[in-house]
T-cell receptor, first 117, second 116 residues
């Protein structure tokens, strides 16, 4: 069974500083994908970034990057130059792709990030 | 642009009522999902569907059923609502995943359901 652990229930960060949100995972699968989502107070879940277990480089999307350390089973999200609009819940999720056609995502419990002006 | 629309943002119902939550997507996605979100528990999958009239149970299907008569629409049904089904319900859709598994799920705005 897969499990995602996000150990930081809440974080407060000064505006313009970089932020690292922790995510560790547990799986026996060889092939898997890792996702990060942002959920503002309005409720919608916004897809941010994806990392495949066999991708050689860490994924980047604008100010978001994923610090993927396969041996340690961690997939931390890094937000550079934080902005007030980054205040939200952030969820890490994983999909097993060794089973062909598996569509299920397993989510962590989330981290609430608050950016302080 | 990707659009998943849930019929209500807020809904209040009484115990024992039959409750319908509707979700429509306009991206021609094969997959559709229903989750519930509770504080400290993250998102938990209730049901999903990978084709019209097809459905599979997720992690917490008890007390729920689903219907998918058309590709773009996926309905969640609470057969007899109970207070422990008070929660945030999120609908999502995606293309089928094949070799890379990198298709993200796209979510609606959520429905906050209160059962009194």
């Amino acid at each position: 069974a897969q499990k995602i652990t996000q150990t930081q229930p809440g974080m407060f960060v000064q505006e313009k500083e970089a932020v690292t949100l922790d995510c560790t995972y547990d799986t026996s699968d060889q092939s898997y994908g890792l996702f990060w989502y942002k959920q503002p107070s309005s409720g919608e879940m916004i897809f941010l970034i994806y990392q495949g277990s066999y991708d050689e480089q860490n994924a980047t999307e604008g100010r978001y990057s994923l610090n993927f350390q396969k041996a340690r089973k961690s997939a931390n999200l890094v937000i550079s130059a934080s902005q007030l609009g980054d205040s939200a819940m952030y969820f890490c999720a994983m999909r097993d792709i060794s089973n062909f056609g598996n569509e299920k995502l397993t989510f962590g419990t989330g981290t609430r990030l608050t950016i302080i002006p | 642009d990707v659009k998943v629309t849930q019929s209500s943002r807020y809904l209040v119902k009484r115990t024992g009522e039959k409750v319908f939550l509707e979700c429509v997507q306009d991206m021609d996605h094969e997959n559709m999902f229903w989750y519930r979100q509770d504080p400290g528990l993250g998102l938990r999958l209730i049901y999903f569907s990978y084709d019209v009239k097809m459905k599979e149970k997720g992690d917490i299907p008890e007390g729920y059923s689903v219907s998918r008569e058309k590709k773009e629409r996926f309905s969640l049904i609470l057969e007899s609502a109970s207070t422990n089904q008070t929660s945030m319900y999120l609908c999502a859709s995606s293309f089928r995943n094949f070799y890379r598994g990198d298709q993200p799920q796209h979510f609606g705005d959520g429905t906050r359901l209160s059962i009194l």
